[in-house]
């Protein structure tokens, strides 16, 4: 037995050992596949809970929904537009950790409200590289992270979704709409609206892997640097940067370093997270 194979044979064991497991589930490929494997170990006792979240994507909560009703997974939708989470308005460094702590308390009560022993979430061993102030919340509230106990990489994930047929095997990673902002910038929904349907235009025209960070009133686009000359040909920049003026921001840059995680990371903690 291989080095992957004995990986998730002890996912699947500690899976099976919580008995019961109410996965947070964003839609993405690490969730997916934990929240598939609790199902096929647990049946039943295995359900996922959605976070809709004012900065969670509207795209990304339609899809977590179609991935649940495909695998027949019960699944909560948290509303959390209605909820004022302290010291986030200026989008400060340390902002995972206070928004995971108050709405993944949130998770835990329904957690425990429904008959569910654990709160699972999707880190993995690569998120231990990067910077995750949110991992510290997590850990607070004694969430569990299988993926991670499991001993499982980012590639090992995404090989393991790819075997047990999961169409996410590939999908590019997730994350918050806050992430698109540098700290310390006040956050409005007109402006998360702004950055949320810029991006969703690129993925429209077939764009992978992309970021639209806001800085005042410029965009700065991320893509791959495979897809870097499609972006600013002449017949696309046009259309682009038309769309990007109508959705309210004055400029429209291309950052010609492509796509990079956490480029909006403290200084200190991006050196760190590319060690």
């Known amino acids: 037995m291989g080095v992957q194979e004995e990986k998730q044979g002890s996912l699947r064991k500690i899976?099976?050992?919580?008995?019961?497991?109410?996965?947070?589930?964003?839609?993405?490929?690490?969730?997916?596949?934990?929240?598939?494997?609790?199902?096929?170990?647990?049946?039943?006792?295995a359900a996922a809970i959605t976070i809709d979240a004012p900065f969670h994507s509207r795209h990304e909560i339609d899809e977590a929904r179609r991935l649940a009703q495909l695998m027949g997974v019960r699944h909560f939708i948290l509303h959390t537009h209605d909820l004022k989470i302290e010291g986030l308005d200026n989008n400060p460094?340390?902002?995972?950790?206070?928004?995971?702590?108050?709405?993944?308390?949130?998770?835990?009560?329904?957690?425990?409200?429904?008959?569910?022993?654990?709160?699972?979430?999707?880190s993995n061993?690569?998120?231990?590289?990067?910077?995750?102030?949110?991992?510290?919340?997590?850990?607070?509230?004694?969430?569990r992270s299988p993926l991670l106990e499991a001993g499982l990489t980012k590639a090992e994930i995404r090989a393991n979704s790819r075997d047990l047929g999961l169409d996410t095997w590939e999908k590019p990673a997730l994350a918050c709409l806050l992430t698109r902002f540098p700290h310390g910038e006040e956050i409005t929904p007109q402006r998360l609206n702004m950055v949320e349907q810029c991006e969703n235009y690129l993925r429209e025209k077939g764009f992978g892997l992309f970021r639209v960070r806001a800085h005042g009133e410029t965009a700065r686009i991320e893509v791959t640097g495979d897809e870097l000359s499609r972006l600013v040909e002449a017949g696309m920049?046009?259309?682009m940067t038309a769309f990007f003026h109508k959705a309210g921001f004055a400029f429209v840059t291309v950052d010609m370093d492509g796509y990079r995680c956490g480029s909006m990371n403290p200084p200190a903690a991006e050196e760190k997270s590319q060690i």
């Open 93 to 122: 460094p340390d902002r995972c950790y206070i928004c995971k702590k108050e709405v993944f308390g949130l998770c835990l009560e329904m957690a425990r409200q429904n008959g569910f022993a654990v709160l699972a979430d999707g």
């Open 15 to 45: 899976v099976r050992e919580m008995g019961s497991i109410l996965v947070a589930f964003s839609g993405g490929v690490d969730s997916t596949l934990l929240l598939k494997v609790a199902h096929e170990e647990l049946g039943d006792r």
């Open 125 to 143: 061993v690569d998120d231990l590289g990067d910077y995750r102030p949110g991992r510290k919340a997590l850990e607070e509230l004694g969430v």
């Open 237 to 239: 920049r046009e259309e």
